[in-house]
């Protein structure tokens, strides 16, 4: 999924655009927006047809409805993959519709419940053996640990270390 066509989505609908209007609207330069656009066209999300000369607006059409698609491929992802892959793509400006179906989604994969004040419910199945991150040995005590404390450092499935708390580190 790409943030930046995500971005043009949002903030851009069909019309007329100068090429540094859209170029504003992904945060980059006119040359990198120039190929995005062309790459996107080819893919089959828009149509756009730049403008010629100076003064001349350029075109832009969408052919398929970003945030729909993005939110169906969301979905799938928040149930196969972890939720550490897909947190940079929740932060995303969803749509109050979509942002809730993700809500719910986690909530029914996690078996968390947000009501409607501030409190966090979390159903349990077994009890806990403990809630002390160093005491933590079975799978139930450590998942609830994982999700209240943080960590310093993560390390990810290729052994990479990446830090979580910790912004710099000298290995």
Not at 20 to 49: C, F, P
Request: charged fraction near 25%.
């Amino acid at each position: 999924m790409d943030a930046y066509l995500f971005m043009l989505w949002k903030t851009c609908r069909n019309g007329h655009y100068s090429i540094v209007t859209l170029a504003d609207a992904i945060h980059l330069s006119t040359k990198q927006t120039k190929r995005y656009l062309n790459k996107w066209q080819e893919d089959g999300w828009m149509n756009y047809t730049s403008g010629r000369g100076r003064g001349n607006l350029s075109e832009l059409v969408w052919l398929r409805h970003v945030e729909r698609e993005y939110a169906k491929r969301m979905l799938e992802r928040i149930d196969s993959d972890s939720i550490e892959s897909v947190t940079e793509e929740l932060t995303w400006d969803w749509s109050p519709a979509q942002a809730g179906r993700f809500m719910r989604q986690l909530e029914r994969k996690f078996g968390y419940t947000q009501t409607t004040s501030d409190a966090l419910l979390i159903p349990r199945k077994r009890n806990f053996l403990t809630t002390h991150p160093l005491e933590a040995a079975d799978i139930h005590s450590a998942h609830l640990v994982q999700n209240v404390f943080n960590r310093l450092f993560t390390i990810d499935v290729d052994g990479n270390i990446q830090g979580e708390l910790a912004h710099h580190y000298v290995w």
